[in-house]
Structure formats: C-alpha cells, structure tokens
C-alpha cells in the first residue's frame, strides 16, 4: 500500500525567512497530495492541494511543488510569520476501490521565531 | 470550517468498557471518515463510509467498529476500550463534486479519549 515520508519531523525558522517541508510517496498512482496544517488543540486544516497534472501551484505565500518522476512533492512558505508556527501534514491519495483515502505523513513541528 | 461536529468532546473511561463517539455533519457530504492522531503517526485511518450502510476498514481498523444509518452521522464505537487507544479520535467528510472532488477532506474539531 501507500506509504508516505515527511521531513523534517521539526523545522525552526526566523520571521520573514522560507520553510521547506519534504514528502516522498511510494505508490506511483497517486494522483492527489493535500497539506494540512493543525495549530495546538485545533483540527487540521486543509491549506493547499495539488494533481497529479499540475507541477505546481501556488496561494499567496505558500506554494506546492509535485515531482511525479521521483514521487516527491514539498510545501514552501515564504516570508514566514509567528502565526505559521503549527504542525503541517502533508498526505497522498491511495488509490484503489474508487473511495479516495489519504495517506498522512508524520507531520512536520514548524516554529517561527519573531 | 466545514459543518461537522463531534461527540463527546473529551471522554475519560476505564479499560473494558465500550465507547461510542459520534461525528455529525450537515454538509449532505457522502463520504465519512475516522481517524487518529498520535504523536510520531501522523493521522491514520481507522474507517470509511461511502455511503449510508456502506463502510469498510482503514489501516488501524482493529479493535473499532462504526455505523452509519443516516448520511449525517458516523458513528465510531470501540467494543471494549484498551489503554493503548487512547488518541485523540478525528472526523472528516468529502463529497464528489468538483471542483474540489472526492479527495479532499475537511475535518471535525476531534475527540480526546483517555482510557484508564
């Protein structure tokens, strides 16, 4: 089945640098890879996506890159801000049996420092 | 936030005895899930619905039984709570139409479950 890799497991930046978070995917027909990011004690929240025909795609300051060929995808946020500090989980489509279950990578501890 | 709530909200209970959590939603949306969170494993999946009386097990599925007989509620029971299920216990939803598609999940605010 799909598995799903994530790094770093924590990430330490100053205010107004960039955060690049890694995941890799095992299962080549994958075709959906969302990131969601959970503040302390909230649930996760779904802040960008991305297909398996898009190479990527970007919302303001965080973009979401897809490297089919080696079956990676990252998440970037640039000129982070205190209020990005949270845990980011990035995940991956499992296919098979046509109901879309995700795959979640162990998560990534983002802190920025003011 | 998407309309899902979750019940109860915390829940302390002893080794043993059953436990039945349940998820609301009021999006029409036909795919339920649950999930746990536990530090170092990210989210995974314990069951899925695809309809009303349609579910099917995910990748920690032991242990857990759900139901659903109406498309707003999901429910999530644990036959006779262990102490290594103690989790914080998440809902989501997702629905097929584009443009957003099937994939793509919102979540309830969770449940947190000690077992004693």
């Known amino acids: 089945g799909e598995n799903v890799e994530q790094h770093p497991s924590t990430l330490s930046v100053q205010e107004g640098d960039s955060a690049v978070i890694k995941c890799t995917y095992s299962?080549?027909?994958?075709?959906?890879f969302p990131w969601y990011k959970q503040e302390l004690g909230k649930r996760p929240q779904l802040i960008i996506d991305i297909r398996s025909n898009v190479g990527e795609k970007k919302d303001q300051r965080i973009a979401v890159t897809l490297n089919k060929t080696a079956k990676h995808f990252s998440l970037h946020i640039t000129e982070t801000q205190p209020e990005d500090s949270a845990v980011y989980f990035c995940a991956a489509s499992a296919p098979g049996g046509g109901y879309n279950k995700l795959i979640f990578g162990a998560g990534t501890r983002l802190a920025v420092h003011p | 936030d998407a309309g899902i709530t979750q019940s109860p909200r915390h829940k302390v209970t002893e080794t043993g005895t059953p436990v039945t959590l349940r998820c609301h939603q009021t999006e029409n949306h036909r795919y339920m899930y649950w999930y746990r969170q536990d530090p170092g494993h990210g989210l995974r999946l314990i069951h899925y619905s695809y309809g009303v009386k349609d579910t099917d097990k995910g990748e920690v599925s032991d242990g857990y039984s759900v139901s659903r007989s109406k498309t707003e509620d999901f429910l999530l029971t644990l036959e006779s709570a262990t102490s290594s299920q103690t989790s914080v216990y998440f809902c989501a939803i997702s629905e097929s139409r584009m443009p957003r598609g099937k994939e793509t999940q919102y979540f309830g605010p969770g449940t947190r479950l000690l077992v004693l």
């Open positions: 299962d080549s027909a994958s075709n959906y």
